[in-house]
């Protein structure tokens, strides 16, 4: 199984930028779609973005659009995504996923998952 490691989550004041990372164990991240979701306390994990194996497709919720963009190192096994404009509303714990096969925008589809990484946006 791949190993996943989110870190670049803080405090932020609204308006501000934080760039999440994830880094993945294993050989075989070139296979693999991944996806950034999110969670806040009493939410459903809801999807925010994905990107395709080769880093050729990327999809955002509508709500991160234009302020989020998702990217790939493939030769590092690392997703990133770079979050502006942020908002109190973007506040949640972000979990990066992997699947093999292309991407979706489902949490069921995915079977591996990091621990997650705190987002705080402040007014």
């Known amino acids: 199984q791949v190993q996943l490691v989110e870190s670049g989550g803080g405090l932020v004041q609204a308006g501000g930028s934080l760039r999440l990372s994830c880094v993945a164990s294993?050989?075989?991240?070139?296979?693999?779609?991944m996806a950034w979701f999110r969670q806040a306390p009493g939410n459903e994990r809801e999807f925010v973005a994905t990107i395709s194996a080769a880093g050729d497709y990327t999809y955002y919720v509508d709500s991160v659009k234009g302020r989020f963009t998702v990217s790939r190192d493939n030769a590092k096994n690392t997703v990133f995504m770079q979050m502006n404009s942020l908002k109190p509303d973007d506040t949640a714990v972000y979990h990066c996923?992997?699947?093999?096969?292309?991407?979706?925008?489902?949490?069921?589809?995915?079977?591996?998952w990091g621990l997650g990484t705190q987002v705080t946006v402040s007014s």
């Open positions: 996923a992997a699947k093999t096969g292309g991407t979706s925008t489902s949490r069921y589809a995915y079977n591996h």
């Open positions: 294993g050989r075989t991240f070139g296979y693999y779609s």
